[in-house]
């Protein structure tokens, strides 16, 4: 069954900003890390950010400062906002989830495109 249903991408300038939302359908969500993730064209996916079950977060290499992630527990959603964007932040943008004794989801959803313009 589908578990992720990514949302909120588009084209945006740069400098631009943008909120990236992420709905989990899994029974485990209040106990799940998820993540975020993005694939740029002709390259693998990487890992943006995390947050687990406490709120505690991380992020990838130089993306903290621009890129925060939250989670909305009541509503299973997790939330992705991006600012200071630029053209090398194009890439679809996935989510996943682990449970802490688990590793990620081998079901991905359809992600959603952002797209940065110079």
């Known amino acids: 069954q589908v578990q992720f249903v990514e949302s909120g991408g588009g084209l945006v300038q740069a400098g631009g900003s943008l909120r990236l939302s992420c709905l989990v359908s899994?029974?485990?969500?209040?106990?799940?890390?998820i993540g975020w993730f993005r694939q740029a064209p002709g390259k693998e996916r990487e890992l943006v950010a995390t947050?687990?079950?406490?709120?505690?977060?991380n992020y990838g290499n130089s993306l903290k400062g621009r890129f925060t992630i939250s989670r909305d527990n009541p509503k299973n959603t997790v939330y992705l906002q991006m600012n200071s964007l630029n053209p090398d932040d194009t890439a679809v943008y996935y989510c996943?989830?682990?449970?802490?004794?688990?590793?990620?989801?081998?079901?991905w959803g359809q992600g959603t495109q952002v797209t940065v313009s110079s």
């Open positions: 899994r029974s485990t969500f209040t106990l799940d890390t």
């Open positions: 947050i687990n079950s406490g709120g505690t977060t």
């Open positions: 996943n989830a682990r449970t802490p004794w688990s590793r990620w989801s081998d079901s």
